[in-house]
């Protein structure tokens, strides 16, 4: 534990309404233990003006994902889909011919022609390698013929439930499982690895608290070895996978896992897939593919099994619903399952599409809409061919879902988006992407205010892992959870936002990133 610290001349937001504003605070053990009130007999650090936060919490993130992606192709830059074949290329060329090849972030709806690429670009290439590109949503991927004839996709009429195949070799959500299934799997060590990559960023980034989105078995004996090494720079909130069967009957059984900074009393689910890869199931069908309103990826029985296990043994369900159709069957069964709950807190992950008649079945369930606003602004661009503009009012309806009494936590859904707070709040209360466009917001009428838009991320994120009592304010008895910006993003200009800098990170009262 850390020893006391006053930190003095600070702007201090605390988001706590009996004391809303401060100038110094003092910590011990870890905890905050007094404001305004300088033990002159301790160390003390001089803030010299600077701006703290309680934490910034990111409720949705990959952190495995975040440390891998640095060890595989990247491809989120890239404009073309020749140009990620060449990346394949000089991959292949330093490769031995039964390595795969893996990438991450590419994103047809940049690329000029904005289609999904054909087999041919990969395949005439003619390497031994297979080939698996997984695409910015996580949500499909692109093989070639290699990686295809391994798994037995080819000779297949139909792809598995819940799954699609377009142009012979890109898969759809489900249909991925084939191929992915293949890929070896990684060591302990390689997983630790990423693991402490990723968490190098994350405390870069201000964030002291992540709700890691889905944890299979190597990841959660990883983490718990990290933990009990005292490594775990920062608090976790894990959700365990709903695909790993033998690891929620053990779960079920034994109760939840909880550390000081390591939590798990969560279920991570999927109902649908993604917009972008036209996954996402809608009540209506997409205007740019009128055959189809998107897939369903569990079958409803096995999903009200699902719920009715986390009910009976008192773990929070997550489920990934991106459109309207998928929010509302999770509403629904949702709302038939925790009848008898109190406080259950079940989350839907994303909540992106939600139509008028769902959005009061979110609060008066206690139902909780986990958000990334990220999401909005890089949608916005290609939402129009996708959905049309008649149904633009029902993506990321923030306002309208804290109007009705909810509190939505904020995440990124990293390494999906850049995994950076300040952008996730600046898309909170501008919906413009970062050059200012659209000038006056996209469908500005779900614009955050930005007291709200900080409790995304701080206060709300800790209700939605049951830790209100703890964390989210500045508060005597609260954990010293701490951000230090550059500069007062309650008060600031909208577009300096995106240049404040992370000056400290502060976990249990210890810094464990500083920049001043």
Known sequence: MSKKLNLTNGNFITLDNACPHAESISIENGKICGINSIDHNCESINLKGATIIPGFVDAHF??????????????????????????VMQKSKKSNDDDWIIGFGWDQTRWQNG???????????????????????????????????MSGLHIKADPPDGG????????????????????????????EKWMKLAFEIIVSRGITNIHDAWQDPITIDTLKKIDSHGELPIRCYGMIGSS??????????????SSEKYT?????????????????????????????????????????????????SGFQLC?????????????????????KSKNHRWRIEHAQMVSNEDIPKFFNNGIIPSMQPSHCTSDMRWLDDRIGEKRFHRISRWKTFIDSGCKIPGGSDCPIEEGN?????????????????????????????RLDA??????????????????????PGFDADLTVLSNDLINCNPEEILNIEILGTMVAGNFVYLNF
């Not at 069967?245 to 109760?255: A, E, I, P, R, Y």
Request: glycine share 6%; hydrophobic share 40%.
């Open 164 to 191: 699609k195949i377009i142009n012979d070799c890109i898969l759809i959500d489900n249909a991925m499982n084939p191929v992915k299934n293949l890929i070896p799997k990684e060591q302990m060590k390689t997983i």
């Open 454 to 475: 900080l409790k995304m991320f701080t206060t709300w994120a800790a209700h939605a892992e049951f830790s209100e009592h703890k964390r989210g304010k500045i508060r």
């Open 264 to 312: 798990i009393r969560s279920v991570k689910a999927f109902i649908d897939g993604a917009l972008g890869s036209r996954g996402a199931a809608l009540l209506e069908p997409y205007c740019d593919e009128t055959n189809n309103c998107g897939l369903i990826l569990i079958k409803s029985e096995k999903f009200l099994e699902l719920a009715s296990q986390c009910e009976k």
């Open 421 to 449: 707070p300040l952008f996730e709040y600046y898309a909170a209360i501008t919906r413009k992407n970062h050059d200012g466009f659209p000038e006056n917001g996209w469908e500005s009428q779900e614009c955050v205010n």
């Open 62 to 87: 990959h952190l495995t994902n975040l440390g891998k992606q640095l060890d595989t192709l990247q491809l989120k830059k890239c404009n073309s889909a020749n140009e990620i074949a060449d990346l």
């Open 115 to 149: 289609s999904f690429p054909k087999k041919e670009i990969l395949n005439d290439l003619n390497i031994k390698n297979p080939v698996f590109l997984i695409r910015i949503d996580g949500h499909s991927s692109w093989t070639n013929d290699v990686a295809m004839q």
């Open 244 to 257: 790993h069967d033998k690891l929620l009957t053990q779960f079920f059984k034994n109760g939840f896992h």
């Open 319 to 339: 489920t990934h619903a991106i459109g309207d159709r998928g929010n509302k069957m999770v509403l629904d069964i949702y709302s038939n399952i925790i009848k």
